[in-house]
DNA sequence: AGAGATACCTGGGAGC
DNA sequence: TGCTCCCAGGTATCTC
């Protein structure tokens, strides 16, 4: 599941292989995925020169000249490759794009939780509106513990909620929430208001150290992960606790326990994590 | 306004 | 073995 640094390690990749190439055509193999993919039908998109590809949260932007770009959320399946366009077709792929010299992009997504959406750019190098809401990215200074503590003021809701709120900080999901609450020290059940300063240094800190540390490591590796060419990475970053519900503590050897916080499992250690 | 629930979707694993 | 059930996840949107 593609969290932040497999985003970042993904845009990357495509900035390297499209930046400079036009976009001839698109072939849509079905109608929608989380949303409609009518605007992919638009005739301003065959022709365009991809001019950058940029990250914003979870979203990839594909920029195109004249102030368009493809928005992009890989969801929890989603996967980009760029393949010889004749290479057989595979499943789950919804949507080829004709890149020339005979490769396609090509847009794979079993759950289909994902989006790809052509917008219009205020202006080049801008933000797409849809984004607008998105919180400050958890590894610029704009996400602090000042920050976090400004935000969290009269909020009674669990701190993990609040970490996983992409208007108060975009990019952290389940995954990298749990690691950085272990790391902290805090626990998951936590009212966000209720962390106190030293605490908030300790959990920005941990955010920005697994969130680095991933991305240094080309992004943690699940089995719903894949390269640009189709292979998966090497199991780069050991996760703590993620998924290890009934397991030892790597810290105190006490049993992690799980409890579900916004319909999602949060494993955390009762002993390590107040 | 904040907080919680729900829909979206499919594959894989558990349990029978 | 084959069936059913449940779970994983981010985001938008709904209700209370």
């Known amino acids: 599941m593609p969290e932040l640094p497999e985003v970042e390690t993904v845009g990357r990749a495509l900035a390297a292989v499209l930046v400079g190439r036009v976009i001839a055509g698109v072939t849509l193999c079905r109608d929608r995925l989380r949303e409609p993919l009518d605007s992919l039908r638009d005739p301003r998109l065959p022709g365009r020169r991809v001019t950058a590809v940029r990250r914003r949260g979870r979203y990839l932007i594909v920029e195109l000249e004249g102030a368009l770009a493809l928005l992009i959320h890989l969801g929890m399946t989603g ?8 290479a057989p ?3 789950h792929e919804h949507i080829l794009f004709d890149i020339g010299c005979g490769e396609t992009l090509r847009f794979e997504c079993t759950r ?11 202006a080049p190098g801008g933000m797409p509106e849809a984004l607008g809401l998105l919180g400050p990215e958890p590894l610029t200074a704009a996400f602090s513990a000042d920050y976090f503590r400004e935000r969290a003021r009269g909020r009674r809701t669990a701190v993990k909620n609040f970490l996983m709120d992409n208007r108060i900080v975009t990019g952290v999901g389940n995954i990298y929430a749990t690691e950085a609450l272990f790391a902290a020290g ?5 009212p966000a208001a209720d962390v106190r300063k ?3 240094v300790r959990l920005v800190e941990a955010v920005k150290s697994v969130l680095a540390r991933s991305i240094a490591a080309g992004g943690t590796t699940f089995s719903d992960f894949r ?14 606790i993620y998924g290890r519900k009934g397991q030892p503590c790597p810290h105190c050897g006490g049993m992690l326990r799980a409890v579900t916080l916004g319909g999602r499992t949060s494993v955390y250690c009762p002993h390590c994590q107040r």
């Open 186 to 190: 805090i626990s998951p059940l936590r």
């Open 112 to 122: 289909r939780f994902s989006l790809v959406k052509l917008v219009e750019l205020p």
């Open 227 to 240: 390269r640009l060419d189709g292979s998966t990475g090497h199991y780069a970053l050991e996760l703590a």
């Open 89 to 91: 077709r595979a499943p």
């Open 198 to 200: 030293p605490e908030a």
């Open 79 to 86: 996967v980009l490759k760029v393949l010889p366009a004749d």
